[in-house]
């Protein structure tokens, strides 16, 4: 039963290990907590004995408290890492890159959590309602408003070039 | 997907390191290797109990059986060790029970219920023959 489990999230991390770390780091704003706290989502799913009947959202639910007990736990404010990959900062697309980090800065948590789901894990509003527990009109009107606030790198961008 | 999703999916992510990979593999290891060692030790309780439950089983059916056979009677440790010997059958004055007529050597110890040896003496004459 166990071995079963354990081979259902391997399978699950590897096709979902990016957008796992994305979700957590977009919380944690650390990239150690933020594998902290995907290590945490699987051990707690682990402990749990059964595959739960809809482990998506189930894990991305467990990913949200590991990442909520590792900010109180680190203090978040003392680093907030971007999502997006340092290491490309440099080259070509650095500028439109810093813009979209400085205003993912400025989103609500709620509303860069509604982004972050909806664009890079592939999530419905209304799963995204579900792993937040609130209503879908709820999430949806969040990714509106952050995606309304992101608009603004790109239109800048238009206008440079 | 709308051109706004487009454009922030084009950014590269920062990607997790492989340290992570290595942790939940660690992880997921050890679950399945405790997961198959718990059903391990789930089936030796299995087989222990099943064990335990034959030889239990057993040693209720020797019981029952050894219950079952009726046990020799053994007069001999009623007064044996105490028994002078006696030669008179007829004599209850040195019987330790009123009821019963004990004689014999202490090696053969012959009890009997006194009616039943007054029968015997009405039936036939008593010498050290019969006895």
Redesign the interface.
Known sequence: ???D???T??MF?VSH??EL??YA?SLTGC?MG??DA??TA??RV?QRGRAPSELRPYLFRCVRNAAMDEGRARQRASRN????????AAQG?SR??LE?EELFATLTADEREA?VL???SGMTFEEIGGVRGVPLQTAASWYRRG?SK??IA?TREENAT | MNDDEEKLRALPLAKPRAELDARIDRLLATAAVGGAKRQKVGLGYVFAASAFSAAAGAAVAVVAMRDSVPKPIRYDYIERPTLPARTDPFDFSRSSSPNLAVWGSPEEVVVTYPNRLQELVSEQTLDDSNI
């Open positions: 039963m166990q071995t489990l354990a081979e999230l391997r991390y290990r990016q770390f994305t780091l990239p933020a594998e995907v290590q699987f051990s682990l890492d971007s999502i997006f990959n340092g290491v490309h697309d439109l890159r979209v982004v909806k664009v890079y995606m992101l608009r790109w």
